[in-house]
């Protein structure tokens, strides 16, 4: 099998043979294409929609796919390659593709591999715009699904259909911080013969690989933390070689491609993954712990508090409980949105996964295009706040926090 758009193939098996042995945080950084005759120490950005051939033949060998040259960079770029290569090793897979955004990714992959009958099982609890996938777009194309609740996993088994093909998960799931066990699913998409397919987007590889748990395929919002700063828009998805070369044909038609300055910037942002996730942690604990005891607040929902229902699980497969607290405020809707007024420091915003600290209340935003049943059955309170937490000093934004509770 070809592996997409290389020169020489041998680029993906030399990263694969230098930096397969060593660490996380050096194969984050170290990973990268190779030196221009400039000499470079920090890789350029191809800013170039094509390719030139030497030859009419070689054009005709590298469409006729006897040959591996970069062609197009709707198919795919340099910059697209070195941020997709950086992905597999970091996630531990052998292939991968970089799209648009988070939902470019998860949609080219499910349009991909999925046929008209076929069927879908996922957790109820997915972020708003996979829901409306799944609810509004599939069945025009006849591809029926059935949700789980993300808090009970055992009940996938008595939803297996004949024509059933994928399970997709979220975990941790937004806005609702439940937990999956991925060992679980594992075992249960191993006996049935299921793709699983899992949105990492929370956790990153650094604190959480699906794959090793016998996930086919991971899908990421790169627009979160793998950017890292609110900059770029991106996905990928990274898996099993077989699967990725269906989704990359589908995408090289269709065009939901990376553009080259979106693909170095995420490369880029890769270098420091590790560090901020390890600060986003650190300050994330410390504020769930300290508004646990805040009487103006229902419930504080975090991975690695030991009140969160899933917190065993949490820590068998997390590194750390990543950067995302919600909370219910007493008082519903209207005290959310007044305490989200309040805020001083801390923006209100849809997006997470930034430097930055963000308060988003999802019942009137991000989830809006939901029912209320359908929220309030995902957890989604009214008076529910999201908050991602930054990496500014932790004290500040708690003191942020507290007095927009007032
Ligand atoms: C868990 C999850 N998956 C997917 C997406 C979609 O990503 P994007 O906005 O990059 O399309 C988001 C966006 O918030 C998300 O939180």
């Not at 230098?18 to 005759?37: C, N, W």
């Not at 198919?75 to 390659?81: D, G, V």
């Not at 979106?262 to 300290?290: C, F, G, P, Q, V």
């Not at 005891?293 to 975090?302: D, Q, R, S, T």
Request: charged share 20%.
């Amino acid at each position: 099998m070809k592996i997409p758009g290389r020169k020489n193939r041998a680029f993906l098996f030399q990263h694969q043979t230098t930096m397969k042995d060593k660490q996380f945080e050096t194969q984050a950084i170290r990973t990268q294409l190779p030196r221009s005759e400039n000499n470079e120490h920090s890789v350029p950005l191809y800013l170039t929609s094509s390719f030139v051939f030497d030859t009419a033949e070689d054009m005709r060998a590298a469409f006729a796919e006897e040959t591996d040259p970069y062609i197009y960079s709707r198919y795919t770029n340099p910059n697209n390659n070195e941020f997709v290569d950086k992905m597999c090793l970091l996630e531990g897979a052998e292939a991968g593709v970089a799209t648009a955004s988070g939902m470019a990714a998860i949609y080219t992959s499910l349009a991909a591999l999925l046929q008209s009958g076929d069927h879908v099982i996922a957790c109820s609890s997915v972020f708003g715009a996979t829901h409306t996938i799944f609810n509004k777009y599939f069945p025009k194309w006849n591809i029926s699904h059935s949700y789980f609740e993300a808090t009970n996993p055992g009940a996938i088994e008595q939803l297996v259909q004949s024509n059933t093909k994928i399970i997709f998960v979220e975990t941790p799931t937004n806005p609702g911080i439940e937990i999956i066990d991925l060992e679980l699913l594992g075992q249960i998409a191993k006996k049935h013969k299921l793709i699983l397919v899992v949105d990492n987007c929370f956790a990153t590889p650094y604190l959480q690989q699906p794959l090793k748990y016998g996930a086919s395929l991971v899908v990421h919002s790169a627009t979160k933390y793998i950017d890292g700063q609110g900059r770029v828009c991106g996905g990928v998805v990274v898996g099993k070689k077989e699967l990725i070369r269906e989704i990359y044909l589908f995408g090289r038609i269709t065009g939901p491609s990376l553009s080259p300055f979106n693909a170095w910037t995420l490369s880029k942002s890769l270098e420091t993954l590790a560090l901020r996730m390890d600060r986003h942690s650190e300050n994330a604990l410390y504020i769930a712990e300290a508004l646990e005891k805040n009487a103006a607040l229902e419930f504080v929902k975090y991975p690695f508090l030991p009140s969160h229902p899933q917190y065993a699980i949490s820590k068998k497969q997390m590194k750390a409980g990543g950067g995302i607290i919600t909370f219910s405020v007493k008082g519903g809707y209207e005290a959310a949105t007044k305490f989200m007024d309040r805020l001083e420091l801390i923006k209100i915003s849809p997006n997470l996964g930034d430097a930055r600290t963000i308060a988003t209340h999802p019942a009137s935003s991000t989830h809006c295009k939901l029912s209320k049943e359908e929220r309030l059955a995902v957890g989604i309170l009214p008076g529910l706040i999201r908050i991602s937490i930054g990496l500014e000093n932790k004290d500040d934004i708690l003191k942020d926090i507290i007095q927009a509770l007032g």
